[in-house]
């Protein structure tokens, strides 16, 4: 009994050693690349590539670097500790924390079903562009019936939007309101304004007095 117990284990080995030599098999042959950029030993402070038609020097991305993203030198890791096989296996959702890192709101607006995230549908619908801040547009849906809504799955961020060469002009967003400047002291203000009042005032009564004292003078 024992021995068959230790053949069955011995057999369940070699099926996961042979699982997860195919695993890695497929990944080597989904993304083969590290072979290469191990040897190249990549900064990733390039901003274009003729070879994988990256162009960071326009668009939207204008500015970034490929280590602003990628972590060299193999580049096959993004930053957020992803993993890029995760794109060619179609896991397009795991790779939005890379974008996450620095479009906060628009993934806190997608986390909360506002920005591409189950889009709500409907039968005969009427799709408005809508142009929102900085003439962003947005696809607004109106439905005549709203009883008979149905929901479209949620989609990656690079199913709409491609990081590498991104079709919008640059924008200069507002920073979230944790990350903004404290607003004044408002009793600095207080006393600042109170201060060119006072300094006001003395220059209109000052000469006064001085003609004043100036007039008794000839009297006397």
């Not at 939007?161 to 400047?181: D, E, F, G």
């Not at 408002?186 to 003395?202: D, E, P």
Request: charged letters at 20%; glycine letters at 8%.
């Amino acid at each position: 009994m024992r021995m068959i117990m230790l053949v069955m284990l011995a057999i369940l080995g070699l099926i996961s050693a042979s699982a997860a030599a195919v695993a890695v098999a497929e990944e080597e042959e989904l993304y083969p690349c590290e072979k290469c950029h191990l040897k190249l030993k990549l900064t990733g402070m390039k901003k274009a590539s003729v070879y994988h038609a990256v162009n960071l020097t326009i668009g939207a991305h204008k500015g970034l670097v490929c280590a602003d993203c990628h972590v060299p030198p193999t580049m096959s890791e993004l930053v957020g500790g992803v993993n890029i096989v995760s794109f060619y296996k179609g896991d397009y959702k795991e790779l939005n924390v890379v974008c996450a890192g620095c479009h906060e709101k628009t993934y806190r607006d997608y986390v909360n079903l506002v920005h591409g995230n189950k889009t709500i549908v409907c039968e005969g619908e009427v799709k408005v562009l809508v142009k929102g801040y900085k003439n962003v547009s947005y696809w607004l849906h109106l439905c005549q019936d709203y009883t008979s809504l149905s929901v479209v799955p949620a989609k990656g961020c690079v199913e709409c939007h491609t990081p590498h060469n991104p079709h919008y002009k640059p924008l200069a967003p507002l920073p979230p309101p944790s990350r903004r400047p404290p607003p004044p002291d408002q009793s600095v203000i207080a006393y600042t304004t109170l201060g060119v009042i006072i300094s006001s005032l003395m220059l209109i009564v000052v000469p006064f007095v001085v003609e004043l004292e100036k007039g008794g003078r000839r009297g006397r």
